[in-house]
Nanobody, 123 residues
Framework: QVQLVESGGGLVQAGGFLRLSCAAF????????MGWFRQAPGKEREFVAA????????NYASSVKGRFTISRDNAKNTLYLQMNSLKPEDTAVYYC????????????????WGQGTQVTVSS
């Protein structure tokens, strides 16, 4: 099973940007659909973005569409999330996840998860 390690979180002012990375170990990275989810205090974990394993098809939550960009580098076994125009409501722990389903945004389809990285956006 693939192991996932996120990095790149931090504290940023509203309107700023961050780039999250997720390094994958122990699996065939290119065979997984990869996704980003987030969980704010007191809220359920929610879908942010996903990218398919082969053609690079992408799907975004409506709340981040146009501001966030998901990408992957299969040669480096790494997933990215470029987050621009950040808002205080983007504050959450961000998780990357891997799924054997070719393309999905459903929480239950993702079987491998990272430990999360904190993103805090100040107003």
């Amino acid at each position: 099973q693939v192991q996932l390690v996120e990095s790149g979180g931090g504290l940023v002012q509203a309107g700023g940007f961050l780039r999250l990375s997720c390094a994958a170990f122990g699996g065939t990275f290119s065979s997984y659909c990869m996704g980003w989810f987030r969980q704010a205090p007191g809220k359920e974990r929610e879908f942010v973005a996903a990218i398919s394993r082969s053609l690079g098809n992408k799907n975004y939550a409506s709340s981040v569409k146009g501001r966030f960009t998901i990408s992957r580098d299969n040669a480096k076994n790494t997933l990215y999330l470029q987050m621009n125009s950040l808002k205080p409501e983007d504050t959450a722990v961000y998780y990357c996840a891997a799924s054997m389903v070719p393309m999905t945004s459903k929480f239950q389809d993702f079987g491998s998860w990272g430990q999360g990285t904190q993103v805090t956006v100040s107003s």
